[in-house]
């Protein structure tokens, strides 16, 4: 009988073991997930600052972006260099996470900073052909909310503690290629582009499954920009018009849930030229996204150099 009890709580011993295991993995791969939907959205100018909604709406994310771009000059038109990048921030918050019989919450910041550069090409008439590649740091800053007290003596609790309420960064590398062409009708600039970027991010985690982080984004874009219909205090004002379809493949289409996403938007330029020489324009920008797991309202601002 005794050691019938003795096997009865081994083999409950090692199901409870496997059970925390299991938990911890789970909530581990939940947090990079949603850490990499974030750095996603944080750090790239595909998609700007806005607010999003992702699924049955448990899921928010609310993310401010600052891009930027400079060019540089020099005495060929055939190539020139630039510079680009983006500081960002964002808040993430997930509801009804249910891993011990209470629904939870998850809140992340995210501070994101973007450094990249690269060459274009002009080899052909209203044709450009640019390669690039960025460097994306970014730190998440994340925390539990909870009805049901975490209780560090309990294994699933310091788990969820461990993991939930902390400070994480990564770090991203991104690769990008792109070629547009932009013909001027009656002043009006049109233009077709098509771009893909790769990124890979390294997810090193002590319970995930997940070790790192690989997806491609592909862009396809057209749009006009309009001649000078107005200015403002003696600045020219120009508007685009535009809309993309943007396809995502690997690791953030399991993330995204969706391979697909549409845009329509607006973008307003207003030329700075005559007050800043080191300024040439000032954007505002605004569009709607639309996938088959996202719903979102998307605004930025942005300067060229």
């Known amino acids: 009988m005794i050691k019938k009890v003795i096997l009865l709580l081994g083999i ?3 199901f409870l073991r496997l059970y925390a295991e299991e938990i911890k993995s789970s909530a581990e ?36 972006s600052f891009p930027f771009t400079y060019n540089f000059k020099n005495n060929s038109d055939k190539y020139n260099f630039y510079i680009n990048g983006s500081l960002g921030y964002s808040k993430y918050k997930e ?5 011990r019989g209470s ?16 060459i ?29 007290r975490l209780d560090n003596s309990k294994d699933i609790d310091k788990t969820l503690n461990h993991i939930f309420n902390s400070n994480n960064h990564f770090n991203t590398y991104e690769f990008s290629s792109f070629i547009g062409y932009h013909p001027t009708f009656n002043k009006y ?18 319970y995930a499954t997940i070790s790192d982080s690989t997806y491609t984004i592909s862009k396809l874009k057209i749009g006009v920009v309009t001649p000078t219909i107005f200015s403002i ?12 379809d943007i396809f995502t493949n690997g690791d953030i289409k399991e993330v995204l849930k969706s391979n697909n996403l549409y845009l329509l938007g607006t973008t307003f330029h207003l030329g700075t030229t005559t007050i800043n020489k080191y300024i040439s324009e000032v954007s505002f920008n605004i569009n ?14 942005g300067l060229s150099f």
Do not use: M
């Open 12 to 14: 409950s011993t090692i």
């Open 189 to 206: 600039k049109t233009y077709l582009n098509a771009d893909i970027h790769y990124f890979h991010t390294n997810l090193n985690k002590s």
């Open 29 to 64: 791969n939940l947090y990079l997930k949603e850490s990499n939907r974030i750095l996603l959205f944080t750090s790239e100018d595909i998609l700007s600052s806005g607010s999003y909604k992702f699924g049955n709406n448990d899921s928010r994310l609310d993310t401010h």
């Open 233 to 244: 205090y003696k600045l020219p004002l120009k508007v685009e018009f535009y809309a993309s």
């Open 120 to 148: 274009c090409l002009n080899l052909i008439k209203d044709t450009d052909i640019k390669f690039g590649s960025a460097y994306i740091y970014s730190r998440l800053n994340s925390s539990y909310d909870t009805s049901l």
């Open 95 to 99: 509801k009804n996470i249910d891993f």
């Open 288 to 301: 709607i996204v639309r996938g088959d797991n996202l719903d979102g309202v998307n605004f930025g601002f």
């Open 103 to 118: 629904l939870d919450d998850n809140i992340i910041k995210t501070y994101a900073f973007k450094l990249g550069g690269g």
